[in-house]
């Protein structure tokens, strides 16, 4: 495991009631319902979170790696994460696609900056080797 030399940011979170509770960071920016997947209830669920966090984290990778390149992305880049909550023999597990759009850029050079992002990626970095994802350039 890594260690962390340096701390840069730490997001807090108070959360009750589970999938059919609430959510409040500390710092007041974030008060949200929760629901499960699937539910009627007017929430959001955990899944929609981490791939809003994913997606936006990785769409910060592929800058840096475009950066390194000298590369100017385009304005309407997007990541469209989907997180899959799953089981397989009664036990709970997740899996992932990012779908990446690159527009304008040659597919050779859109592969390798989101394959050089997934390395960089802190989600992508947490996730590797413990569920299944899928990266696709559109």
Known sequence: MTTI???LYTGKTHTTGGRDGLSRSTDGRLDIKLSPPGSTGGGTNP???FAAGWSACFIGAIGIAAGKRK???PADLAVDA???LGTTD???FLRARL???LPGLD???ARSLVEEAHQTCPYS???RGNIDVTLNVI
Do not use: R
Request: charged share 30%.
């Open 47 to 49: 899944e929609q979170l």
């Open 5 to 7: 030399d340096k701390v």
């Open 90 to 92: 009664g036990a709970y």
């Open 107 to 109: 597919a050779d050079l």
């Open 125 to 127: 970095k947490a996730t």
């Open 99 to 101: 779908n990446v759009q």
């Open 71 to 73: 590369v100017a992305l």
């Open 82 to 84: 989907e997180v899959d």
